[in-house]
């Protein structure tokens, strides 16, 4: 049962490793471990999330916790509701991406402060496994709130577009449908999968997996469209492509958007997370922002937004951060301020693109080793000479190509992310430094 209190949330199969009576034994624990009054709840469209749901709330209402449920809604929508109702906290239901039998919870502390393994959801699993509950008081209740337009209006309120376009967007049967409807007026949007589905009957909900978007590409390249939107399972996720059927590699929309921003917040501190091209920071600095690094994960991104008052981040995994959301993701706004930049000019959104992805990039590989501490070493000592960054795993740039490698959390995996300024360049010193990851 341990397995399913992860890094990041607490996640697992239906019937297997989650059922009713421990969603009850984890809301139970959430209030004990918080000391929580008011939290704030939401779920997706898989079919066991309202069974699962119930439970949940029962077992916060047991300890007298005041429940104010959301319902169907997408991610974002709690992290706003958690900021805007003065919560003490959240959960969504959802297993994000995952396939249809799974579920799970994503926590937080009041202004949307993320739970993770190291802040919390192992200590909750510790009052679970060990039934070390507060007594309960009872005197709790379930109240119903509809948040969704309120999300609307404020996300909106950074709506730009200024001219006519055309959007095509894969909901894939889950809960963009909800977040999407930010952007419904403003663009013409060109639905694909827009029925809600916890089955996912049509593909995975995943906008890093390339077989995701086979149906839009398809769509894109015979239709006339300004750009197209995959969004994740839960839509705090949101891919990109243009109106060529090109898919746009996650951080050069985190580039596009924090030039959008700077121009609103002259100045503003943009994080991007260290496996981004180099193109990101040089397109911060050149529009006159501070960029900063960030290790990967959304718990310490969000930290270190709230640490040095940032106003955007962007992760690779599709992950777009805002100060507005209570630094959290919004991914219908990182939608909207693509809509505003394209709007604002006559040029094609590939066009847009071409300038700044003038690097050659790697993409992320993952590499099996027996031993991560032996490799680390190997790369040290061969790389030391670089410029070293201990910021998440190893990072070491030189004057025409970096790279860094980080240990999975869960698996025996190295995972290496390498970019350069020519081609061969990047295939040299990729399979250079995969030969010694793999030795």
Not at 97 to 123: M, Y
Not at 149 to 176: S, T, W
Not at 341 to 346: A, E, H, K, N, Q
Not at 390 to 404: I, Q, Y
Request: with cysteine.
């Amino acid at each position: 049962m341990g397995s399913i209190f992860k890094a990041y949330d607490i996640r697992g199969i239906y019937g297997k490793d989650l059922n009713e009576e421990l969603a009850g034994k984890i809301g139970r624990a959430f209030a004990t471990f918080l000391k929580c009054k008011k939290v704030v709840l939401g779920h997706d469209m898989r079919p066991h999330s309202i069974p699962l749901f119930k439970a949940l709330a029962d077992g916060l209402v047991m300890q007298g916790v005041e429940v104010i449920n959301i319902g169907l809604c997408s991610t974002p929508m709690t992290y706003y509701a958690n900021g805007k109702l003065g919560a003490d906290a959240s959960i969504m239901l959802t297993a994000s991406h995952n396939p249809g039998e799974w579920n799970g919870f994503k926590l937080c502390r009041e202004q949307a402060i993320p739970i993770s393994g190291v802040t919390g959801i192992k200590d909750i699993e510790k009052i679970v496994l060990s039934n070390a509950f507060a007594p309960a008081t009872g005197g709790g209740s379930v109240k119903e709130v509809d948040i969704l337009q309120d999300y609307i209006d404020h996300i909106r309120q950074f709506a730009d577009v200024k001219r006519p376009l055309r959007v095509a967007i894969d909901y894939a049967n889950a809960m963009g449908i909800v977040e999407g409807k930010v952007l419904e007026g403003l663009v013409e949007i060109d639905p694909l999968f827009d029925t809600l589905d916890g089955t996912f009957p049509n593909h995975e909900a995943n906008p890093l997996v390339e077989e995701t978007w086979h149906a839009l590409q398809h769509k894109v390249k015979a239709g006339n469209y300004d750009f197209a939107i995959a969004f994740d399972g839960d839509a705090d996720r949101a891919g990109f492509m243009d109106e060529k059927g090109n898919i746009i590699p996650m951080d050069m929309i985190t580039a596009l958007i924090a030039e959008m921003v700077l121009k609103r917040d002259k100045g503003a501190t943009i994080f991007y997370d260290l496996r981004s091209s180099w193109a990101v920071k040089e397109l911060i600095e050149a529009n006159g922002g501070k960029p900063m690094m960030s290790r990967v994960g959304h718990a310490f991104i969000k930290q270190q937004m709230r640490d040095n008052n940032a106003v955007f981040a962007g992760e690779l995994s599709g992950h777009y951060y805002f100060k507005e959301n209570y630094f959290a993701e919004s991914s219908s706004l990182a939608a909207l301020y693509v809509a505003n930049l394209l709007s604002d000019t006559d040029a094609t959104l590939s066009e847009l693109i071409k300038p700044i992805q003038k690097y050659f990039a790697s993409g992320e590989i993952n590499s099996e080793v027996e031993n991560t501490a032996e490799v680390f070493k190997r790369l040290r000592a061969k790389y030391g000479h670089g410029q070293v960054i201990e910021l998440d795993g190893l990072s070491v740039e030189f004057d025409s190509w970096w790279f860094n490698v980080r240990a999975s959390n869960t698996e025996p995996l190295i995972r290496l992310n390498l970019e350069a300024k020519s081609r061969d360049e990047m295939i040299a010193k990729r399979d250079e430094v995969l030969g010694l990851i793999r030795s």
